[in-house]
């Protein structure tokens, strides 16, 4: 038996007092703590913020504790009963790891929990204290842990099977607002942490809406008793992370409904396809994963070539399922679509790397990206996504209709998630060849290629027209509008006095003139530039040049701009054919 005992001690120090207490250790006992979490693909070394690590017998004398590396630690001399006492540094305002302050405190278990080697099978409890501080006196608790004690919402004691349990299922402290609603027969919790406005009962309807679509479409019963979306509510901020039973969140304050606001606008579209998203991995990635990560080895990389299958086809069906939910209209969904594509056609790194390794090199390349990268990396969520669109397309155009790709959905489902196998790189080839009654080779050939897939025949095939664009601008981000004339091809951001470069594309006017991520451009043919620099360069002439002055550090530098047309990168989508487009798009 593993029991831990964590309090939010120190709030303005962001500080977490745990104790671990091992029943019957080995007589050398082990203890380790994570590298990464599941969902989160990048070494993250939470040890690091670990402090005053100590180790006590049964009758509280000091235990010899030995560090052997970053996150391995060694007890020597242990009796029948070990208690170690540490610290915890929580001041990362992500879903990744831990945060503490005297407004709110959120951890992973994967941060906070040391594992004893060898006994990761036992059972796991913990004891959630209340902090002291007067200021925090009113602070609830949500998690969807097994509770043993306590009033739901309240601190208490909580169980798991084993160490993986535990650290499956994320905590939220703080003052917050809740709402509830039932999918299926199932209880759905909502907790929204932080100062907002937000309508919770639409919230709650609408996310309903969501939940029941996605239980219906893999077959009840769901799998989980009971769920949690927890959104920590910001100024600015978006993110997600996947749980077995619940889901962290982020937002901004303007992304969530506001009373007597009707329509859905872009921000809360996003929101809610980003809670789309974390719920579908329920099922996939969470319950239908891959072999690699049967069962998570987290104390270094587990490299897969299937993450376009489990982040990938996640993407695809998060702004679709709020489409075929009836949340957002037809108009809205191809822009959102658009805005994918856009968001691929744009980096030239899509004609440097697969997708398949994409995903292996997810833990550099992906999540460690630096301003060179849409030059020279392709994401497994967005080409990935496409590549779920090629599939769907094509189940749905050869069979005529009888099957899509939400069928390979539940057979992956029925042949994987139930069963706990994790899929092979052939595993979903295989459910398609099924389906389709053919080889797929050369289908799937298609993620092992670094090139742009015949999309735009197929979805003519159902009566949607995709067409390439100029970008409007540096905030045009896909769908409809007019294309500027003039190139510039660098994102950059206004400052107090001219525009930082954020990123400068592969082979474009602004390369060619020599800037470079980073450069604080002043002027622009002796003018102040400014955030309207794109609108400003369209007064010229093709063919002429313009010159730019910039700083790189303290260094003032020149270079000439050629004016030339602006790339058609920025991808449109319209139906041509409302009958064609029902075979797609009917709900």
Known sequence: MIHYQITPANPHGHLFDVTMTISHPAHEQQLWLPAWLPGSYMVRDFAKNLIDIKAFNSQGMPLPLTQLDKQNWQISHCDDTVRITYQVYAWDLSVRTAFLDARRGFFNGSSVFLAARGLEQSEHSVEILPPSLPACSEWEVATRLKRASGNDWGFGRFYAENYD????????????????FEACGVSHDVILAGRHHADMPRLCRDLQTICEYQIQLFGTP??????????????????????????????????????????IDRGYRTYLSLCCHEYFHSWNVKRIKPARFVPYELE?????????????????????????????????????????????YRGAGRFKQSLTDSSFNAWTKFYQQ???????????????????????LTLRQETQGRYSLDDVMRRLWQEFGLTGTGTTDNSHQQIVSTLLGRNCDELFAWLERAEDMPLAELLAQFGINMQLRASSGNTDTGGTAEGLTVGFGAKYRAENVGVKIISVAEHSPAMTAGLSAGDLLIAADGLQATATLDKFLQQYQLGEQIELVWLRRDELMLGMLPITAAKADTVMLSITDADKAANWLKR
Not at 165 to 180: A, K, N, Q, W, Y
Not at 227 to 240: I, K, N, Q, S, W
Request: charged fraction near 25%; hydrophobic fraction near 40%.
């Open 370 to 392: 630096d301003e060179n990268a849409a030059n020279a990396i392709v994401s497994y969520y967005t080409k990935g996504a496409l590549f779920a669109l090629l599939l769907d």
């Open 300 to 344: 270094a990389e587990s490299y897969t070539r299937q993450l376009w299958a489990y982040e990938g086809i996640t993407s695809y069906y998060d702004d679709f399922i709020t489409y075929r939910a009836g949340l957002v209209d037809e108009t809205s969904y191809l822009e959102m679509l658009s805005e994918t594509f856009t968001r691929v």
């Open 165 to 180: 349990e535990l650290i499956d299922h994320p905590v939220e402290m703080g003052c917050f607002t809740r709402g509830s």
């Open 222 to 263: 769901a799998p989980f008793e009971r769920y949690l979306f927890m959104t920590a509510v910001l100024d600015e901020g978006f993110g997600g992370l996947e749980h077995r039973a619940s889901t962290a969140l982020m937002c901004g304050r303007g992304d969530l409904p506001r009373v007597g606001q009707d329509n």
